[in-house]
């Protein structure tokens, strides 16, 4: 009787205890109830504490949910490794191109209400998008500038070449081909602008390859973000806020930390671990700029992003708020590339997966080098963070760190752990 009310008393004290989101997923009293042993879940906590004190890892937070159940919510390291200050729960991190999962929803909002058409011209939003030309040779080595040869576009760019990266538009802070010269040197990220006035930049450069032929990573859920704007005639932030941000609890979601009261809150990397690309390195938060990045630049906590993962493992929906049809969901998370787009010289996706609305779609159980489910679909920062989403297996994994120069070694690390402690997976 006396192991009943203790196990009684600490169920009550976590669900008090919990952040608001608790009373959704809940949380697993006993790893196994949801199929991961324990024992090597603690394999996990090991590890990143061993990193810690190796000063590999800054700081970190992890949360893995199953079944609609939190099996694993542990932090490590510190805030600010420079100041100690241990990592809270609640940390305010810089999401980087985690954003773009949140931008496509926005973005699908808009094509379940009949508002926008993925197979439209991004022209028809954009009109300053009508005249742009394609490098005719972006080979590493090929001639640039003046001596680059321009060709007008086979077909428009849509806007679902926007969503999957294949407009032809690139980034320009990594990689050497020619048109990335040309990004570099424009210093598109120069000064404080609208979305409306860097899609006017974005619009002046020549395009990488034929709209829909192939995969480059590029600034194209930005010019998103921009149609956003046009389509729903609120800024991004404010449509995003209205109709996922503020239904689904996320209030530590946005583009700025403008609320001092959260600033003591933002998690740091090392001083001499900021840079993530060529004149591309962590900006500060707290200083709000114009620019509402769809890309690249919200920031917000680990249980925020659980609460949009969950959303969208339960097909669109959460405590009873319906953000996007289930249909839609299945649509985002399919393969969006076929056969007749090909991987770029820098396919981030990898081996063994595609590319659908917003995120990496796994359409193999093998060539990665990584273990998972086919359907699995996942994302990550550029600053550390990472998600995947299982929906094969019904769970999710977030990890939230600062430390861009450790990011693929850690989504490695995690990946082959968590599915090591999942040993039952048709649970």
């Known amino acids: 009787m006396r192991a009943l009310k203790r ?26 109830d949801v199929g991961f042993l324990p024992d090597r879940l603690e394999r996990i906590t090991e590890t990143l504490k061993d990193d810690v004190a190796k000063e590999t890892l800054p700081g970190a937070v992890l949360l893995i949910a199953r079944h609609g159940k939190i099996v694993y919510f542990e932090t490590f390291g510190a805030l600010d490794p420079q100041k100690k200050e241990p990592m809270p729960k609640d940390a305010i991190f810089r999401i980087y191109s985690m954003s773009k999962p949140i931008a496509s929803v926005a973005a699908m909002i808009l094509v379940e209400e ?56 690139t980034y320009g802070f990594f990689g050497d081909t020619p048109v990335k010269k040309i990004y570099a040197e424009a210093k598109v990220f120069v000064g404080d602008f609208t979305n409306a006035e860097f899609a006017d930049r974005i619009a002046k450069m020549p395009l990488s390859y034929q709209p829909g032929t192939t995969w480059d990573y590029s600034h194209s859920t930005d010019i998103l973000g921009r149609i956003i704007e046009v389509v729903s005639g609120k800024t991004l932030y404010e449509f995003e806020k209205e109709r996922i941000l503020d239904p689904l609890g996320m209030s530590d979601t946005s583009f700025y930390v403008t609320d001092k009261e959260k600033q003591g809150r933002v998690a740091e990397p090392y001083t001499a671990d900021r840079a993530f690309g060529v004149d591309a390195a962590m900006t500060d938060p707290r200083i709000a700029m114009k620019w509402q990045s769809a890309g690249g630049g919200m920031v917000g906590t680990t249980t925020d992003y659980a609460r949009f993962l969950q959303m969208l493992l339960n097909g669109g929906t959460l405590d009873g708020k319906r953000i996007i049809g289930p249909e839609t969901v299945a649509f985002m998370t399919s393969d969006h590339l076929g056969s007749r787009v090909v991987p770029g010289p820098y396919y981030l996706p990898g081996p063994g997966y595609s590319f659908g609305l917003g995120f990496a779609v796994r359409v193999a159980p093998g060539i990665s080098a990584q273990p998972g489910s086919v359907g ?30 450790q990011r693929l070694h850690y989504r490695a690390v995690l990946s082959d752990m968590v599915y090591a402690a999942l040993t039952d997976p048709d649970r």
């Open 7 to 32: 196990i009684l008393f600490i169920a009550l004290f976590a669900l008090l205890s919990a952040p608001s989101f608790a009373q959704t997923l809940g949380y697993a009293l006993n790893p196994g």
């Open 114 to 169: 009949g508002k926008l058409f993925l197979e439209d011209p991004v022209a028809k939003y954009l009109p300053q998008f009508k005249d742009v030309k394609v490098a005719a040779n972006n080979q590493v080595g090929a001639p640039g500038g003046a001596a680059m040869e321009l060709v007008a576009p086979v077909r428009p760019m849509t806007v679902q070449d926007l969503m999957r990266h294949t407009s032809g538009i």
């Open 376 to 405: 699995n679909y996942q994302w990550g920062g550029a600053g550390g963070t990472a998600f995947w989403s299982d929906p094969k297996r019904d769970f999710f994994v977030v990890f939230m760190m600062q430390s861009p120069k």
